[in-house]
């Protein structure tokens, strides 16, 4: 396409007219993706064992958050009640 000239690129446009409808056509008639393929993703089979794994990771892991703070929270009021502060790690050495 002569871009350089106005009058060749005119020229150009009136004689390719047709042939440049007809693609325009051809693709806003069904030769593009259908609306539904481009606003759903696509299942793809192999990252759904993937997510199932991961959850019941996330779901353990959430588990073991809660035993802790009810093990924290527990040894927490025992040493309360004592009126002694728990120690954070059992020592070995009691005497020094």
């Given at each position: 396409?002569?871009?350089?000239?106005?009058?060749?690129?005119?020229?150009?446009?009136?004689?390719?007219?047709?042939?440049?409808?007809?693609?325009?056509?051809?693709?806003?008639?069904?030769?593009?993706?259908?609306?539904?393929?481009?606003l759903a993703p696509k299942s793809n089979t192999a990252n759904e064992g993937?997510?199932?794994?991961v959850f019941i990771v996330q779901l353990a892991m959430g588990f073991a958050?809660?035993?802790?703070?009810?093990?924290?929270?527990?040894?927490?009021?025992?040493?309360?009640?004592?009126?002694?502060?728990?120690?954070?790690?059992?020592?070995?050495?009691?005497?020094?």
């Amino acid at each position: 396409m002569p871009y350089k000239e106005p009058e060749r690129k005119r020229q150009w446009e009136r004689e390719h007219r047709e042939e440049r409808n007809a693609r325009r056509r051809k693709s806003l008639s069904g030769g593009g993706p259908a609306p539904s393929d481009i606003l759903a993703p696509k299942s793809n089979t192999a990252n759904e064992g993937k997510s199932d794994k991961v959850f019941i990771v996330q779901l353990a892991m959430g588990f073991a958050f809660v035993l802790f703070l009810l093990f924290a929270g527990w040894r927490f009021l025992r040493s309360r009640k004592a009126g002694e502060p728990a120690p954070l790690f059992a020592s070995s050495e009691q005497g020094q």
